[in-house]
């Protein structure tokens, strides 16, 4: 028979409520971010330095929207892991109960 582990679920679920927070707050430098190198395009006063702004704002909000979904994918596969081991969990308990009771396990109503 081989040996098993125990998954605790808690600390999943807390990990991708960290991760959710990570993601706004990610979102939230993200359009500061972006925002600043825009205006400051506009106020540059020089095309050089206003067309360099913009594109840096652009390159910008790419890697942050990437940085974004990263985040947003690792909570979302947190959160199902802990629903799966949850689940797994609670149908080996009720089979196991099954069993002993199929069985006349002592202890164990038949009901």
């Known amino acids: 028979m081989g040996s098993g582990f125990t998954v605790r679920t808690g600390p ?5 409520q ?12 993200a359009e500061d971010a972006v925002a600043s190198l825009a ?9 050089g330095l206003a067309s360099a702004l ?3 704002a652009e390159r910008g909000n790419g890697a942050f929207a990437g940085v974004w979904a990263a985040y947003g994918h690792a909570s979302q ?6 629903a799966s ?3 797994a969990e609670q149908a080996n308990a009720a089979r196991s109960e099954e069993l002993l009771r199929f069985f006349g396990w002592p202890g164990v109503s038949q009901g």
């Open 85 to 87: 081991y949850d689940g």
């Open 54 to 56: 913009s594109g840096a």
């Open 39 to 47: 205006a400051m395009a506009g106020s540059a006063g020089h095309p």
């Open 12 to 16: 999943l679920v807390s990990g991708s």
């Open 18 to 29: 960290d991760i959710s927070g990570l993601q706004g707050r990610c979102l939230a430098i």
């Open 77 to 82: 596969s947190l959160a199902a892991t802990a």
